[in-house]
């Protein structure tokens, strides 16, 4: 495509003066004698928003069986949700046009809410650290740059929860770490603006059950005993085996969830204050089963000061078919409170925004799904805008806080026969029908232009695909379809 030649050199010369300035501002910021020390930093990591605002964010069940989508909670809330979070595998699998499942996510669940709402991508590498390649890594850059492109601002959260031991990749802090920096050089080379997200599972609980020796690599047994007394407890740090350090990340987060006492098959209230056991470790004493209070590994100190910080994914589930209730509870609350007693104890509470002002973002987990403590299945309801009387409680919870929220922007949507999504009048890609047809950079790609990428070890064997991608992100940026 030799019309395209200009934009491609254009393309090039721009994502190389954004890493120019990436690492200009990192030398400066270093050399700098008070950046030292455990103040927060103004308001400028990549999609920070001002101090004293914060996102609230959701993560929908987008699923076919499902049929929620961001357009419709947007209505329910009767406000412009700021972010929506979806997930996909790398390597991308295959999709399934009749679940749904797989592929890469549907970034038109977005666009067509006729807002500027980003889009919060949560990859996970269900293959393993090593099931991958850089490749791979290329490829979702070029994909997150095109919803850039389509003027909406990008999270990618990689491998969350790596420090618990139900995911693939658990307990490899290692790799992890490894796998991570070349993550961040790979994506920023492709999307410079992308967040990445580093996000382990909050320490309240940790080390979650995990024996030190079950940790298949010494190396990583050395590193999750932090204070190196030979075993693995809730002495030991919960996340700076994981952490890969502050040049790499952009903004911290957590999952956290209230789900009640283990096995957590029956409705119960939270105690006060649990919302804010994310930010200090601290989980609140609960008499009636015994439970004292235990400092867990703070994370508000440690990881909200030189980078902003998030709760990535988090939620109170109500029991649908609750079964295990304890004779002390002698009445059951309802799904109104139990809720309730989440949103108001974090989300609406002003108190609490105000006491951790660098948490700037609260992600909702907007699902129902079935899970399984003890061996006792339980269908759980995290969502917050879906039962009416709960939804009618939050909105008006909501509205004492409202402004200290950033809402997403209401976007024109194109002239019509344009195509494209609301707003954008750049083609999102939509979840592929065949992987192997429409993975990106299958592109064919020059190999000769060796222009502008440093030499630096590990590139030389991508260099030839990067270039391919720029390519093709300059093809979107010029509005030619995305299709291979
Ligand atoms: C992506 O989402 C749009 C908007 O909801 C929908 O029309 C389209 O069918 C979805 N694409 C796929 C492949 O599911
Ligand atoms: C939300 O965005 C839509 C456009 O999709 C707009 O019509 C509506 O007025 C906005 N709602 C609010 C509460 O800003
Ligand atoms: C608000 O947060 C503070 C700090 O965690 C807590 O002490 C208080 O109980 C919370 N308020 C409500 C209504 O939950
Ligand atoms: C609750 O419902 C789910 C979904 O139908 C089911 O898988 C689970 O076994 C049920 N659990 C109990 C304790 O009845
Ligand atoms: C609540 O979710 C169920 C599916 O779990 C769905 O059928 C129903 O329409 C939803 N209600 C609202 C108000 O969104």
């Not at 490894?178 to 909050?202: D, E, F, H, R």
Request: aromatic share 12%; glycine share 8%; hydrophobic share 40%.
């Amino acid at each position: 495509m030799p019309s395209l030649l200009p934009l491609v050199l254009l393309a090039l010369l721009s994502t190389a003066l954004a890493q120019n300035t990436r690492s200009a501002s990192r030398t400066s910021t270093s050399t700098n004698p008070t950046s030292t020390a455990p103040v927060p930093a103004a308001a400028t990591a990549v999609n920070e928003p001002a101090d004293g605002s914060i996102y609230f964010g959701l993560w929908v069940d987008t699923s076919v069986t499902s049929g929620d989508s961001p357009l419709n909670a947007n209505a329910r809330l009767g406000r412009n949700i700021s972010w929506f979070q979806f997930s996909q595998n790398i390597p991308v699998d295959e999709y399934n046009d009749v679940t749904g499942v797989g592929g890469i996510i549907n970034g038109t669940k977005v666009t067509e809410t006729n807002t500027d709402a980003g889009i919060y991508v949560t990859v996970y590498p269900l293959q393993g650290l090593g099931g991958f390649t850089q490749q791979d890594m290329a490829a979702l850059g070029v994909q997150l740059q095109s919803y850039v492109t389509a003027g909406h601002a990008v999270f990618l959260r990689f491998a969350p929860e790596m420090n618990g031991n139900w995911f693939p990749y658990a307990t490899q802090p290692t790799m992890f770490v490894a796998t991570w920096k070349t993550l961040y050089t790979t994506i920023k080379q492709s999307c410079p603006t992308c967040g990445m997200v580093w996000s382990p599972n909050a320490a309240i609980g940790y080390p979650y059950g995990i024996a030190l020796d079950t940790v298949a690599l010494a190396a990583d047994q050395a590193a999750l005993d932090t204070n190196g007394d030979g075993q693995l407890d809730l002495n030991d740090d919960a996340y700076s085996p994981y952490y890969p350090g502050d040049d790499y990340v952009d903004w911290n987060g957590v999952s956290y969830y209230y789900k009640g006492n283990y096995p957590n098959d029956y409705n119960v209230i939270q105690p006060p204050g649990f919302f804010e056991g994310s930010m200090t470790g601290v989980l609140p004493e609960v008499d009636e089963i015994g439970q004292t209070q235990t400092q867990y590994t703070p994370f508000y100190n440690n990881y909200c000061m030189a980078n902003p910080c998030m709760l990535s994914e988090s939620g109170a589930s109500w029991k649908v078919n609750q079964t295990g209730i304890p004779s002390w509870l002698t009445v059951s609350p309802t799904q109104e409170q139990v809720e309730g007693a989440w949103w108001r104890d974090g989300i609406t509470n002003a108190t609490f925004l105000s006491m951790y002002p660098r948490l700037k973002m609260i992600m909702n987990f907007e699902w129902e799904k079935v899970e399984s403590d003890g061996n006792v299945p339980t269908l759980r309801d995290f969502r917050l805008t879906n039962a009416t009387d709960v939804l009618a409680a939050f909105v008006a919870d909501f509205e004492a806080v409202a402004q200290r929220y950033v809402w997403a922007n209401y976007v024109p949507p194109p002239p019509s026969g344009s195509g494209g999504g609301g707003g954008a009048q750049i083609p999102v890609p939509q979840p592929q029908v065949s992987v192997h047809r429409a993975t990106p950079y299958r592109a064919t790609v020059p190999t000769s232009l060796s222009l502008f990428f440093s030499s630096a070890q590990g590139w030389a064997e991508l260099r030839p695909y990067a270039l391919g991608l720029t390519a093709l992100v300059a093809g979107v940026l010029a509005g030619v379809s995305l299709v291979l």
